[in-house]
């Protein structure tokens, strides 16, 4: 028996860790529709609030709340996935040593 399987994951959790580079450097492309809508939402209503001479104050607060949201959910993602992985790791571990203790050589 070789080596467990673990590409998928492996590849799962690179993918995910650039997606929460690129929200940590504000970047659009890997928020879903959710928090892209807020983050717009918030863009569009702090930019009217600029215009008509009012302070931004709670649209900031609302982008900065879509970006932490974004960020969180990257994070717990990544957790999930390497909480997966390790659980991968010691099935393949544990079928193993029983398929070596139940052998009589």
Known sequence: MGKPDTRRLDKAIQQTSRKLDAVRNREMWPLDGRERRAVLGALTSGSYRVVRGNSPGRAE???????QSAETRLVAEIAALQAERVRVV???ARTKAAKKSSSWW
């Open 61 to 67: 607060r609302k982008i900065e709340t879509a970006w």
């Open 90 to 92: 010691n099935d393949a």
